[in-house]
């Protein structure tokens, strides 16, 4: 059996005849409803009527018949050509259909068949950060805001998110939790002026649409479009406000909250840290300098030294969520840093259990030196290849990776390549961390 469909199929396929997306529409309603517990909120932003464009986010393969579920009408989907379709998902787009694109370029066919759809008054369904990306928001393309003004249809925001865990949710014996958010239409906009100019606008409402399905997502999820304005990150400490309603009182608006540290899970931290200490009583003013203070936890994000003007933090994330959580926080404020993370592997039954969700946990990071595996006492298992693991997380987080074999090749690595603006993690539970704090004495 062919194990993949790639670029010479998925470019040929198009979109199935109305009836039968009516029919397939309702089997998704079905599955959607019966196998998952699917929440929709916003369903009443939809226009009665098309033309529009739904743009959404995507976090995984199962998207498509959530996205259907929630607008309740068939969907004329445009989904990538350009990559390659394991067969046990071909099943989907070979039924439904889609419209092929090619991620590197708007082809002619792409836009006549897009706006042919637009024409009919009917629905164009669009992930526009073109691909599957796993659990934070990616850059957008800009064929969305392009077809919604040539074709002069609103874009209407959607984010969808539980189904990237469907599957092992239902062979645990779970039945998934699938949430859709519906956001108001906007657009569509007039682009005039220079190719320039013409490029700059979309840029800008590609953007502003990417902010829109943000807003509909877990902060935890919006990565580079979180936009909080209580909320402020900086290399050396985080700001943020809020309002805070205790049981017989007013509610307080406390000000200027700053903790020395970064990541939306510290922040959440110290809110729940302030909470406690009003509801016993201690002093606003001495909960915040306290916080100030507070310089956290060893092994989280800790700095250790300076090479080169490049900082060097060790942290104790070991798992997937752990290092997605503490990279997102890294890019947040690292904007424009190369951000390279020195992971260490601690057990190799957890990196066989979690190698998928592994080789997605890199995403916002641009380097990954992988060293080698703390086995914490267990004997390699069969079955398992450490170069195809290192392989899967080049294709699925979109990093350059490099091996190292011990101590001593990191350091001469490090010393080779640490240059320009870059931040360095060290990363996992095993003798990571002396490594990092051994660094100084070796490279200074």
């Not at 039954?349 to 979690?354: A, F, G, N």
């Amino acid at each position: 059996m062919k194990k993949t469909f790639g670029p010479d199929y998925l470019s040929k396929l198009k979109p199935r005849s109305f009836f039968l997306r009516y029919i397939l529409n309702y089997a998704a309603l079905f599955l959607c409803s019966t196998i998952a517990k699917t929440k929709v909120r916003g369903r009443w932003h939809l226009p009665r009527k098309g033309p529009y464009v739904i743009a959404s986010n995507h976090f995984s393969n199962y998207d498509p018949p959530f996205f259907t579920y929630a607008a309740q009408k068939p969907i004329n989907f445009i989904a990538a050509s350009d990559q390659e379709v394991e067969w046990w998902l071909i099943w989907a787009p070979f039924l439904y259909g889609w419209i092929p694109v090619d991620r590197t370029k708007l082809a002619p066919s792409t836009i006549k068949r897009s706006l042919d759809v637009l024409k009919k008054k009917e629905i164009l369904g669009i992930f526009p950060d073109g691909g599957v990306n796993d659990t934070i928001l990616g850059k957008p393309k800009n064929g969305t805001v392009y077809l919604s003004t040539v074709g002069k249809a609103p874009i209407v925001p959607m984010s969808i998110y539980g189904a990237e865990t469907a599957i092992e949710d239902i062979f645990n014996g779970i039945r998934p939790r699938v949430h859709v958010n519906i956001g108001k239409p906007f657009g569509p906009f007039k682009i005039r002026g220079t190719k320039e100019e013409k490029d700059k606008l979309l840029q800008g409402i590609g953007r502003d649409m990417m902010i829109r399905i943000a807003a509909l997502l877990p902060e935890e999820k919006q990565g580079p479009f979180f936009k909080n304005p209580n909320i402020k990150q900086l290399k050396s400490y985080s700001k943020f406000d809020i309002k805070v309603s205790l049981p017989n009182t007013k509610i307080q608006n406390i000000k200027n909250i700053k903790i020395p540290l970064i990541g939306i899970h510290n922040i959440r931290n110290s809110v729940g840290a302030l909470g406690v200490a009003l509801s016993v009583g201690i002093p606003i003013q001495k909960i915040k300098n306290g916080l100030k203070n507070f310089q956290g936890v060893q092994r989280r994000f800790n700095k250790i030294f300076s090479y080169n003007s490049i900082d060097f933090y060790d942290d104790y994330a070991h798992h997937p969520t752990e290092i997605k959580v503490v990279l997102d926080g890294v890019k947040n404020v690292y904007h424009k840093y190369d951000k390279v993370c020195i992971f260490q592997p601690h057990r190799i039954s957890r990196l066989k259990d979690l190698k998928k969700d592994f080789t997605y946990a890199f995403k916002n990071a641009d380097s990954v030196i992988l060293c080698p595996i703390y086995t914490a006492g267990e004997k390699i298992k069969l079955g398992f290849s450490y170069e195809s693991f290192a392989k899967e997380i080049i294709k699925n987080s979109k990093v350059k990776l490099f091996m190292i074999e011990n101590f001593p090749q990191l350091v001469k690595f490090l010393k080779n390549n640490m240059y320009g603006k870059k931040i360095v993690v060290g990363m996992g539970a095993g003798s990571i961390s002396n490594w990092i704090k051994d660094l100084p004495n070796l490279m200074l």
